[in-house]
Structures are given as C-alpha cells and as structure tokens.
C-alpha cells in the first residue's frame, strides 16, 4: 500500500501564491500518472493538474496559466504551483498517483485545505 502526504495548504490572500507538495511513502513505478483533484462542500472531486510518466501536462481551462503541477520521479513527489489565487480555488486540494492501464493502483492523499480569503 502507497501512501500519499500532501502538504501546504492553508490560508492566503487574493492574488497570492501557495505550493503544494505530495510525497509517495515509498517508490513507485515510474509510470504512474500523477494530479491533483480538489473538492468543496457538496461538490464531486474535480481534476485540478496531471502529469504523465513522460511529463505530459493536463490542466482544465479554468487553471491553465495560474497553476503549474511538476514532478520528480525520483523522489516520487509531486507539486502544484498555484499564482494568482482567487476565492473560489478555496476547496480541499488532493493528491493522486494512478497507475494508467491497472485501475487497481489507485492512491490518494488525505487531502490540504487551501482557503482564498482577506
């Protein structure tokens, strides 16, 4: 069993920047895909950023050019850059690691609050 930690999270201004960080408990295969979803109260989880084994990058239009995901295979981690944030990116942010053609291996993190806020 793979578990996932995420990390930084919390509160910031409009406008402001906040790094979230995603660390596997132990090594992985390399292929998995990795993302970040997150969810608010009475919402279904949605995709935030993914990135593939190759580095292909996958952001839904309302993200594209404030968030930026990156990974590093070898320390089995994965981040998310957020610039720019606004009040309504305020939600549970969660981390994930599939693995793309066995949809048994499956891994989330327990999730980090990001609250937008002044």
């Known amino acids: 069993q793979v578990q996932l930690v995420e990390s930084g999270g919390g509160l910031v201004q409009p406008g402001g920047s906040l790094r979230l960080s995603c660390a596997a408990s132990?090594?992985?295969?390399?292929?998995?895909?990795m993302g970040w979803y997150r969810q608010t109260p009475g919402n279904q989880r949605e995709l935030v950023a993914s990135?593939?084994?190759?580095?292909?990058?996958n952001y839904p239009d309302s993200m594209k050019g404030r968030f930026t995901i990156s990974r590093d295979n070898d320390k089995n981690t994965v981040d998310l850059q957020m610039n720019n944030l606004k009040p309504e990116d305020s939600a549970v942010y969660y981390c994930?690691?599939?693995?793309?053609?066995?949809?048994?291996?499956?891994?989330w993190g327990q999730g980090t609050q990001v609250t937008v806020s002044s």
């Open positions: 990135v593939t084994s190759r580095g292909s990058k």
């Open positions: 132990r090594s992985i295969f390399s292929g998995y895909v």
């Open positions: 994930n690691f599939r693995d793309p053609y066995r949809s048994a291996f499956n891994y």
